[in-house]
C-alpha cells in the first residue's frame, strides 16, 4: 500500500480508492493516541455507514472512541480476524489492519477528504492546539493558586486574635430543699396547782369516846 494514494479524515481515518469499493482503516497517529488497545467493535456486511456517524467503537485502556464514518456507502466486507488479533493493529495500522471495505455511489466524496501533506499539517495543528491547552490548563492553575493565597493572606491580617475563652465551670446540681413541715403549735402545759398541805386530822382523846 502506497501511502501517497490514500486520503484522510478529520476522525483520523485512511481511505483507499479501487474502483468504486474504498478501503478504510485509521491511522497509526489515531493508535497511538489510543494507547494500548483492549476491545474493536465493527459493523456488519450489507450495513450501511453515513458520513460523519459512528459505524464501531474501538477501546483502548484509556478511552472509548467512536468510529467515524468519512463517506457514505454499503459495506461489503469487514476484516472481522482483526478484532482477535489488536496486537497487529497496534504494531501497524495500514495494509492488512484494514477494517471495512465500503462500495461508494459518488466518488466525489473522496474530493471533501485530505491528502498526506494535508493530513500532517492537520496532525501538527492538533499537537499545538494540545500544548496550548495545557500551558492555558497549567497559568489558570497557577492564578488560581495565587488568587487563592492572597485572600488567604488578607484573611488572616483580617482576623483578630481570638480571645481565650473562659472554662465556665460546671455547676453543680442543686440539692432539693426539704420542705419543712409545718410545726405544730405547742400545747400550752397544764399549770400544776400547788396541792394544799393536808390537815392533820385531830385525835380523838381517849377520854371522850370512853364517855360516849
Request: charged content about 50%; hydrophobic content about 30%.
Amino acid at each position: 500500500m502506497k501511502k501517497g494514494n490514500l486520503k484522510y479524515s478529520l476522525g483520523h481515518n485512511w481511505v483507499e480508492l479501487k474502483r468504486k469499493v474504498v478501503t478504510i482503516g485509521v491511522t497509526d497517529y489515531f493508535i497511538e493516541e489510543l494507547g494500548d488497545l483492549i476491545d474493536l467493535c465493527l459493523p456488519k456486511v450489507n450495513e450501511d455507514i453515513i458520513l460523519g456517524i459512528s459505524y464501531g467503537e474501538i477501546e483502548s485502556l484509556n478511552v472509548l472512541y467512536d468510529l467515524m464514518a468519512p463517506l457514505s456507502g454499503e459495506i461489503v466486507k469487514v476484516n472481522s480476524d482483526l478484532v482477535t488479533t489488536l496486537r497487529a493493529l497496534q504494531k501497524n495500522s495500514f495494509g492488512d489492519s484494514w477494517l471495512i471495505k465500503v462500495r461508494i455511489i459518488d466518488p466525489e466524496q473522496l474530493d471533501a477528504l485530505m491528502d498526506e501533506d494535508e493530513y500532517e499539517e492537520y496532525k501538527k495543528s492538533i499537537k499545538k492546539k494540545g500544548k496550548e491547552t495545557v500551558k492555558k490548563k497549567v497559568k489558570e492553575k497557577g492564578e488560581r493558586k495565587a488568587k487563592t493565597k492572597k485572600g488567604k493572606d488578607k484573611a488572616e491580617k483580617k482576623k483578630k486574635p481570638e480571645r481565650k475563652k473562659k472554662v465556665e465551670k460546671k455547676k453543680k446540681p442543686e440539692r432539693k430543699k426539704k420542705v419543712e413541715r409545718k410545726k405544730k403549735p405547742e400545747r400550752k402545759k397544764k399549770v400544776e396547782r400547788k396541792k394544799k398541805p393536808e390537815r392533820k386530822k385531830k385525835a380523838v382523846s381517849k377520854s371522850k369516846s370512853k364517855k360516849r
